[in-house]
């Protein structure tokens, strides 16, 4: 898990094909999606869903989640250092995972706020 975890409310905007590959815990796949809500700022979030080894299998049987849909998603921010190719030091990057990605049943579910 991330050093931040947060959950996020909003409209799916947009889902990516899956991306495959494989891991020493097996296949994994990663979706790349979007989300914005309606409030007065408009926010909108880009996240990846990433599912590993026995936890591959639901990325895409069980797949519920279309755009338009008004989700709810449990977050995780981590940002990673790495060393740079050029050899001239460190580099950052952060990476924003949605790890549980509910349907939002709720009355007002289009994400933003009453």
């Known amino acids: 898990m991330g050093i931040l975890s947060a959950q996020a409310t ?25 989300i914005k809500n309606d409030d007065e700022y408009g ?12 936890y591959y299998k639901w990325i895409d049987t069980d797949w519920k989640i279309k755009v338009g849909d008004a989700v709810v998603v449990d977050i995780s921010v981590e940002t990673i250092e ?8 460190k580099g950052f990057f952060t990476k924003v995972n949605g790890y549980k990605i509910m349907k939002n049943e709720l009355p007002n579910s289009d994400g933003g706020q009453e």
Do not use: C, P
């Not at 899956?18 to 296949?27: E, H, S, V």
């Open 10 to 34: 909003g409209k799916v905007v947009s889902i990516s094909e899956i991306r495959k590959f494989d891991t020493q815990k097996g296949q994994g796949g990663t979706r790349t999606i979007i």
């Open 43 to 54: 926010n909108t979030l880009q996240f990846e869903h990433t599912r590993i080894g026995e």
């Open 82 to 89: 790495y060393a740079k190719k050029d050899g001239s030091g």
